[in-house]
């Protein structure tokens, strides 16, 4: 079946600081993959996604690329501000669709000044 | 901003109660979904609803579980007899079409004691 794996969590890091979370996944076919941020108190928001190999999402200067050799996906962000602390998750969907979404375990992230 | 509203935030409930969980998807949208994430663990899909009826549903949501959406708002997800793993957050979604984003709520906490 369909897995998805995170890196584990929290990270801490530094205002201004490189952002890396790692996600791999399994799944049959050609998934769509997405990840989303979940704010304190509020619910999942759809960060970025990308539907094909090679794809880039991108979205608020956070980066993921699609890359079917290595079945990943990993979020990246140049230079972090306290404003992204939050929890990060990776999906992905094998119908090409945003429905029945396969979640990896989420992300802290935890920026600090 | 059209949003998923959920209530409440947090339940506690006793072992063995029914517990009925509230979500009011966003106005224009069809399908609608629900979710749970038991702490420490991955976020789950439980079920799918189109057309006044299931459309999807996990292994995990057994006869203990319905979803109803009783009026032209809410979405409602009841569990009949809870149980101590019932325990975790719940979260809902909906999307305008089957294939489109999916917007989520900020999830309502269950504890069963």
């Known amino acids: 079946g369909n897995s998805v794996t995170q890196m584990e969590g929290p990270v801490t890091l530094s205002e201004e600081a490189f952002l890396t979370i790692n996600c791999t996944y399994t799944?049959?076919?050609?998934?769509?993959l997405f990840w989303y941020v979940q704010y304190p108190g509020e619910g999942l928001q759809l960060l970025l996604k990308?539907?094909?190999?090679?794809d880039k999402g991108s979205n608020k200067g956070f980066e993921a690329t699609y890359r079917k050799e290595t079945t990943s996906f990993h979020l990246e962000k140049g230079s972090v501000q306290v404003s992204d602390s939050a929890v990060y998750f990776c999906?992905?969907?094998?119908?090409?669709?945003?429905?029945?979404?396969?979640f990896g375990t989420g992300t802290r992230l935890q920026v600090t000044l | 901003e059209p949003e998923v509203t959920q209530t409440p935030s947090h339940q506690v409930t006793q072992m063995g109660q029914e517990v009925i969980l509230r979500c009011v998807p966003i106005s224009n949208h069809l399908y609608f979904y629900w979710y749970r994430q038991i702490l420490g663990q991955k976020v789950e899909f439980l079920v799918s609803?189109?057309?006044?009826?299931?459309?999807?549903k996990s292994e995990i949501f057994d006869d203990q579980f319905s979803v109803e959406r009783p009026d032209g708002s809410n979405f409602t997800l009841k569990i009949r007899s809870t149980k101590l793993e019932d325990s975790a957050m719940y979260f809902c979604?909906?999307?305008?079409?089957?294939?489109?984003?999916?917007?989520f709520g900020q999830g309502t906490r269950l504890t069963v004691v």
């Open positions: 609803f189109y057309n006044n009826e299931i459309s999807e």
């Open positions: 799944a049959t076919g050609y998934p769509s």
């Open positions: 979604a909906s999307s305008r079409l089957g294939n489109t984003e999916a917007f």
């Open positions: 999906a992905l969907s094998d119908r090409g669709t945003a429905s029945k979404l396969t």
């Open positions: 990308a539907t094909k190999a090679d």
